[in-house]
């Protein structure tokens, strides 16, 4: 825990270039099928690093069949959080997207990730919850329960994320000191091994007061095979691990992060057509102990519910025939 917080103690935000390169981690367990759709989707970017987590099936063949330029990489342990953080150590971008192998991630989407964190966000996260977004793929029971743990979250770390358990998401690779996942090393299984990496990633972002922009994502559903995901046995790990960062955090002031940047350009058009409004979600941030940086963080918030004033309104998720899964 003291380790955690004097990595973030010493956090301070770099210079960051304006063209930043791009790399996509894809964690795979058993997805050769879709992966001979979804890899060639992918842009040309500065890498792709294919996370195999000990497939049964041809996933390693397929990938150097149809995406020869693509990275193949063998997971430490098991869980689709040890294969994140495996592409994360291994990763070499300025910016790291994470994209599902399952085909219900958008490789047009993309470029608006990219663009929120050139707008100055340090994390983009995508939200099917906002109005551009949706999924095709969320049943009824696992809206709910994301919307549950989404309104934990926000309580506890006073963020707004619309959308917790949504995986598709980048952020600059300079922040990984600050959300620290586990390290591959080692046989035993660590806690965020699993699919609570992301609600890991994304406490800890919130509780080191860095810029998070939401993305608005449509989820597509999974092509073929079945989910990893148990909505019950996960669901309890994403709230525990709720729990634990915030016990973790302790209240904590983080120190020496930049105050939060808020100028969002919102609805701004891409060349390539691509919608890229997002929302500003920057923390108001638990450190504001003196009296100036309390200050900065009014004036941050007044702008911020300034811009949400005119931000997209949240809509509802559309139900799917896969209630029943
Ligand atoms: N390497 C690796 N990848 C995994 C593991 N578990 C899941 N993944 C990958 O992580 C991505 C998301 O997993 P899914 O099983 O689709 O789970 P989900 O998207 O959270 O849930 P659904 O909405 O039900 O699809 C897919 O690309 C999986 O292949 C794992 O243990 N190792
Ligand atoms: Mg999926």
């Known amino acids: 825990m003291s380790t955690l917080r004097h990595v973030r103690s010493q956090w301070v935000r770099p210079e960051r270039t304006a063209t930043p390169s791009v790399t996509i981690v894809v964690p795979a367990r058993n997805e050769a099928r879709n992966l001979e759709v979804v ?15 000990h497939s049964s099936d041809d996933t390693a063949d397929v990938v150097r069949r149809v995406r020869p330029d693509a990275r193949l990489l063998q997971q430490t342990r ?7 953080a495996v592409g994360f150590e291994n990763a070499t971008g300025d910016v790291v997207v994470m994209f599902d192998a399952d085909g219900s991630a958008d490789a047009d989407e993309i470029p608006a990730y990219v663009a929120a ?23 009824v029971l696992r809206d709910a329960g994301n919307r549950g743990l989404t309104l934990v979250v926000n309580t506890l770390f006073r963020t707004r994320y619309t959308d917790l358990c949504y995986g598709y998401n980048a952020f600059w690779r300079d922040i990984l000191p600050v959300v620290s996942v586990p390290a591959s090393a080692g046989a035993d299984p660590v806690w965020g091994d699993g699919f609570e990496i992301e609600t890991l990633i994304n406490c ?6 860095l810029v998070i922009h939401e993305v608005p ?16 046995r996960d669901g309890f ?24 940047v808020v100028e969002v350009p919102a609805a701004e058009v891409l060349p390539q057509g691509l919608r890229t409004d997002h929302v500003d979600l920057t923390v108001a941030s638990a450190a504001a102990e003196d009296p100036t940086e309390r200050e900065r963080q009014h004036r941050a ?18 139900p799917t025939s896969q209630e029943a899964r």
């Open 237 to 260: 790990r994403v709230l525990r691990t709720i729990l634990r960062e915030r016990l973790r955090r302790g209240g904590a002031s983080p120190r020496g992060i930049e105050p939060p």
């Open 301 to 318: 918030d007044d702008a911020q519910r300034e811009r949400h004033a005119v931000a997209p309104e949240p809509r509802r998720l559309a």
């Open 204 to 209: 800890r972002i919130a509780a080191a007061g």
């Open 117 to 139: 964190l050139e707008a100055g966000a340090d994390f983009a996260k995508g939200s099917r919850v906002l109005a551009a977004g949706g999924s095709e793929d969320i049943t």
């Open 217 to 232: 994502s449509v989820e597509k559903e999974r092509i073929h095979g079945e989910s990893n995901l148990n909505t019950f």
């Open 78 to 84: 098991r869980g689709k959080g040890n294969a994140l």
């Open 39 to 53: 890899l060639p989707q992918l842009p040309a970017v500065h890498e792709i690093l294919v996370v195999d987590g």
